[in-house]
């Protein structure tokens, strides 16, 4: 059974760093991408970047890019985001997201993951 487990968030001041983690279990991490989506109160949900199957390519929503760095530890069987310059706008709560053998090509939000994780909380404010 395919689980993933989000940790990391909570309270931060305007630029400020936060680092979330995703740790999936029951699967082989390697053969799958994982992707952060987000979503604030009475807002659509958004995909905010995603790590490839294999070669470990990434990918990232415009309003992240230069802030935000996802990365894969195989060792350690987890997947991070790094979030640094944060801003009140990327308040939300945080969720990872897995779908085998899949590469996050430019249109990668747009793909159906299958299996979530329950959602870290990540506000910012002063």
């Known amino acids: 059974q395919l689980q993933l487990v989000e940790s990391g968030g909570g309270l931060v001041q305007p630029g400020g760093s936060l680092r979330l983690s995703c740790a999936p279990s029951?699967?082989?991490?390697?053969?799958?991408?994982i992707a952060w989506f987000r979503q604030a109160p009475g807002k659509e949900r958004e995909g905010v970047s995603c790590i490839s199957s294999g070669d470990g390519s990434t990918n990232y929503a415009d309003s992240v890019k230069g802030r935000f760095t996802i990365s894969r530890d195989d060792a350690k069987k987890t997947v991070y985001l790094q979030m640094n310059s944060l801003q009140p706008e990327d308040t939300a709560v945080y969720y990872c997201?897995?779908?085998?053998?899949?590469?996050?090509?430019?249109?990668?939000?747009?793909?159906?993951?299958?299996?979530w994780g329950q959602g870290t909380q990540v506000t910012v404010s002063s």
């Open positions: 997201a897995a779908r085998r053998m899949f590469a996050c090509g430019a249109s990668w939000s747009i793909f159906p993951f299958g299996s």
């Open positions: 029951g699967f082989t991490l390697e053969y799958y991408a």
